[in-house]
């Protein structure tokens, strides 16, 4: 009989795979509770489906999508960049591997940006339902899939609210159409070599043609998922206007656009799709609204429906890492007892969810105000792509930690990819610094300061009286700091790091009859808050 060496017996994580066979929806009952909280004005009718449908897509993340997204992250899976064809000519093209493609075929067939379109769908396609779509997209990590959906849900927006009859004729169809072969094939290209936060120091030209069509010549620094049809931004020829223009990849006549693909970015992760540099050579363009308004439209269309995506991006990431970090917990043993059982990684647990309530809870809050076009979703938005994003980053490293070297593995665990989507989320679409002055600049602004008052006045008149001076005490010191030019500027993370504990205190009472998951963690947020922790440093446990 051969000796088995003991050191390769089966052990605590033989066959282990983290999360994967979960259903992700269902793991994530804050989501739910968050989502129902907020639609309060529909019917239980709409809210069964609305459940079932994210259920559907909860089980195609834990198997099928996770197992994709998993075989095209992996060298010799990557899109490439096709500049050429075999006799020489330019093509300029993305060839993705067939998983990417696949992954990217199930999300379009799930409705995740179109379900509206299909036929079986009756109820309406309300922005919640979408952004809870977002969210679990995103514990696929981007995937190469979630920043394509970000960006084809902007356009579509774009092209149904300021689109001329032919731009819609021409291109809804392929965005949005159920048996559309182009999967999320849609960009944004606004940031240049010269910079992304100020889009009014863009150098790319755009020169109006006796057709009533554009020429563009210039640059754009990042282009992510090069496809069939694009927005971009260029100066109008002899202005300081910055215009919003429509690309295609193919000319009116059919031909190859003037859009040369210069270099595939080097990018650390959000590796399931390409970004890329491109260069504009008398490129073809339509203009998309009025080209005085440019900069207005591409805020209200693209960048609104951008930053909510990536707020989604962090709650997905967040979400992600909490299940594979609770999956590993119950499963690993250390010193004769499973890790869940060890007080400390209760409390990193209950820490980590405590975020993920409070801000799941704001986050469908905003919203639901943002449908409403209300004031204070002014202001909730752009502090929630800061908040959002930061915190992802932390709790991913978080979950990695909890994984001991085995959390640090790209072939063990998801979560080394999800951390490096989760950074990538903390640039993009704005960087913390022009995210937190945008969410100041709104706070100060009239209608929205009163909005905030009201709002505080509403969900703190039933509060307790402990939990109600604290969020006054927090809310009198972001008031001194935002009247005072220097500290508004020099303290713009620290005041947003004030303004997410009011909202968070707040809907986390508001939670508490209602979203039981949730208003669990609403004692651990009060001493959080009370004692000004900060994650990755803990609050003293009770
Ligand atoms: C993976 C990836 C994909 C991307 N895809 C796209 C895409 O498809 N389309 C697109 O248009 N862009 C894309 N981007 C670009 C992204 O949106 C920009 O990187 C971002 O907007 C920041 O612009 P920037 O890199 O030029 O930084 P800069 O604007 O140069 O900023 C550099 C630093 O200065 C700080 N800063 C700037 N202004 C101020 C200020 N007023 N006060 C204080 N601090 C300030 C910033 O916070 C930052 O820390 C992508 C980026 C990444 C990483």
């Given at each position: 009989m051969p000796t088995i060496n003991p050191g390769l017996q089966p052990f605590d994580l033989t066959g282990y795979r983290g999360a994967s066979g979960k259903n992700f929806f269902t793991e994530t009952r804050v989501l739910a509770e968050a989502f129902r909280l907020n639609s309060t004005n529909q019917t239980p009718d709409y809210l069964d489906a609305v459940n079932s449908h994210l259920s559907g897509l909860g089980t195609l993340l834990g198997g099928r999508i996770n197992e994709l997204t998993i075989a095209c992250h992996k060298e010799g899976k990557w899109g490439e960049l096709v500049q050429y064809d075999n006799t020489g000519n330019r093509i300029d093209e993305i060839r993705y591997a067939p998983e990417q493609t696949e992954l990217r075929k199930i999300f379009y067939d799930y409705g995740v940006?179109?379900?509206?379109?299909?036929?079986?769908w009756r109820h309406e396609f309300s922005l919640q339902h979408r952004m809870a779509l977002a969210i679990l997209t995103n514990m696929n990590g981007e995937g190469g899939v979630a920043c394509p959906l970000a960006m084809t849900e902007g356009l579509i927006h774009a092209l149904r609210a300021i689109g001329t009859e032919e731009q819609k004729e021409k291109f809804l169809p392929l965005l949005t159409s159920p048996d559309s072969p182009s999967h999320f094939m849609a960009g944004q290209y606004v940031t240049e070599r010269v910079g992304g936060s100020n889009v009014a120091a863009n150098r790319t030209v755009a020169t109006p043609q006796s057709d009533g069509s554009w020429r563009l010549n210039g640059e754009k620094w990042f282009c992510s998922n090069p496809g069939d049809v694009w927005v971009t931004t260029a100066k109008v020829a002899n202005t300081n206007t910055i215009g919003l223009f429509l690309v295609s990849r193919l000319r009116q006549d059919g031909s190859l656009n003037g859009c040369r693909l210069l270099r595939k970015k080097d990018i650390i992760g959000s590796k399931g799709k390409v970004t890329v540099e491109s260069l504009y050579e008398d490129c073809e363009a339509t203009q998309l609204g009025r080209t005085a308004h440019g900069l207005a439209n591409l805020i209200r269309y693209i960048l609104r429906t951008s930053r909510l995506h990536v707020i989604c991006g962090g709650l997905g990431h967040i979400s992600r890492a909490i299940i594979e970090a609770e999956s590993y917990i119950a499963q690993r043993e250390a010193y004769g007892k499973k890790l869940a059982a060890f007080p400390s990684v209760q409390q990193t647990i209950a820490e980590l969810k405590m975020l993920q309530a409070s801000l799941m809870l704001i986050s469908f809050r905003a919203f639901a105000l943002s449908d409403a076009e209300h004031p204070l979703a002014l202001m909730l938005v752009p502090l929630l792509k800061v908040v959002t994003t930061q915190y992802s980053a932390v709790v991913a490293k978080e979950a990695m930690i909890l994984h001991g070297g085995n959390g640090i593995l790209g072939d063990f665990s998801v979560l080394p990819r999800i951390l490096n989507d989760a950074i990538i989320n903390e640039t993009w679409e704005g960087t913390h610094a022009l995210l937190a002055e945008h969410a100041i600049a709104a706070a100060r602004r009239p209608k929205v300061a009163a909005a905030w008052s009201e709002y505080l006045k509403a969900e703190t008149a039933s509060m307790p009286a402990e939990t109600k001076t604290l969020v006054f005490e927090l809310h009198e010191e972001a008031t001194r700091l935002m009247a005072d030019d220097f500290e508004r500027d020099a303290n713009r993370m620290y005041l947003c790091e004030l303004m997410w504990r009011i909202f968070a205190l707040c809907e986390t009472q508001r939670a508490l009859q209602h979203a039981p998951e949730a208003a669990a963690y609403a004692p651990l947020l009060q001493s959080f808050v009370e004692q000004g922790a900060r994650l990755p440093f803990r609050a003293r446990a009770a």
């Amino acid at each position: 009989m051969p000796t088995i060496n003991p050191g390769l017996q089966p052990f605590d994580l033989t066959g282990y795979r983290g999360a994967s066979g979960k259903n992700f929806f269902t793991e994530t009952r804050v989501l739910a509770e968050a989502f129902r909280l907020n639609s309060t004005n529909q019917t239980p009718d709409y809210l069964d489906a609305v459940n079932s449908h994210l259920s559907g897509l909860g089980t195609l993340l834990g198997g099928r999508i996770n197992e994709l997204t998993i075989a095209c992250h992996k060298e010799g899976k990557w899109g490439e960049l096709v500049q050429y064809d075999n006799t020489g000519n330019r093509i300029d093209e993305i060839r993705y591997a067939p998983e990417q493609t696949e992954l990217r075929k199930i999300f379009y067939d799930y409705g995740v940006v179109n379900l509206d379109c299909h036929a079986s769908w009756r109820h309406e396609f309300s922005l919640q339902h979408r952004m809870a779509l977002a969210i679990l997209t995103n514990m696929n990590g981007e995937g190469g899939v979630a920043c394509p959906l970000a960006m084809t849900e902007g356009l579509i927006h774009a092209l149904r609210a300021i689109g001329t009859e032919e731009q819609k004729e021409k291109f809804l169809p392929l965005l949005t159409s159920p048996d559309s072969p182009s999967h999320f094939m849609a960009g944004q290209y606004v940031t240049e070599r010269v910079g992304g936060s100020n889009v009014a120091a863009n150098r790319t030209v755009a020169t109006p043609q006796s057709d009533g069509s554009w020429r563009l010549n210039g640059e754009k620094w990042f282009c992510s998922n090069p496809g069939d049809v694009w927005v971009t931004t260029a100066k109008v020829a002899n202005t300081n206007t910055i215009g919003l223009f429509l690309v295609s990849r193919l000319r009116q006549d059919g031909s190859l656009n003037g859009c040369r693909l210069l270099r595939k970015k080097d990018i650390i992760g959000s590796k399931g799709k390409v970004t890329v540099e491109s260069l504009y050579e008398d490129c073809e363009a339509t203009q998309l609204g009025r080209t005085a308004h440019g900069l207005a439209n591409l805020i209200r269309y693209i960048l609104r429906t951008s930053r909510l995506h990536v707020i989604c991006g962090g709650l997905g990431h967040i979400s992600r890492a909490i299940i594979e970090a609770e999956s590993y917990i119950a499963q690993r043993e250390a010193y004769g007892k499973k890790l869940a059982a060890f007080p400390s990684v209760q409390q990193t647990i209950a820490e980590l969810k405590m975020l993920q309530a409070s801000l799941m809870l704001i986050s469908f809050r905003a919203f639901a105000l943002s449908d409403a076009e209300h004031p204070l979703a002014l202001m909730l938005v752009p502090l929630l792509k800061v908040v959002t994003t930061q915190y992802s980053a932390v709790v991913a490293k978080e979950a990695m930690i909890l994984h001991g070297g085995n959390g640090i593995l790209g072939d063990f665990s998801v979560l080394p990819r999800i951390l490096n989507d989760a950074i990538i989320n903390e640039t993009w679409e704005g960087t913390h610094a022009l995210l937190a002055e945008h969410a100041i600049a709104a706070a100060r602004r009239p209608k929205v300061a009163a909005a905030w008052s009201e709002y505080l006045k509403a969900e703190t008149a039933s509060m307790p009286a402990e939990t109600k001076t604290l969020v006054f005490e927090l809310h009198e010191e972001a008031t001194r700091l935002m009247a005072d030019d220097f500290e508004r500027d020099a303290n713009r993370m620290y005041l947003c790091e004030l303004m997410w504990r009011i909202f968070a205190l707040c809907e986390t009472q508001r939670a508490l009859q209602h979203a039981p998951e949730a208003a669990a963690y609403a004692p651990l947020l009060q001493s959080f808050v009370e004692q000004g922790a900060r994650l990755p440093f803990r609050a003293r446990a009770a």
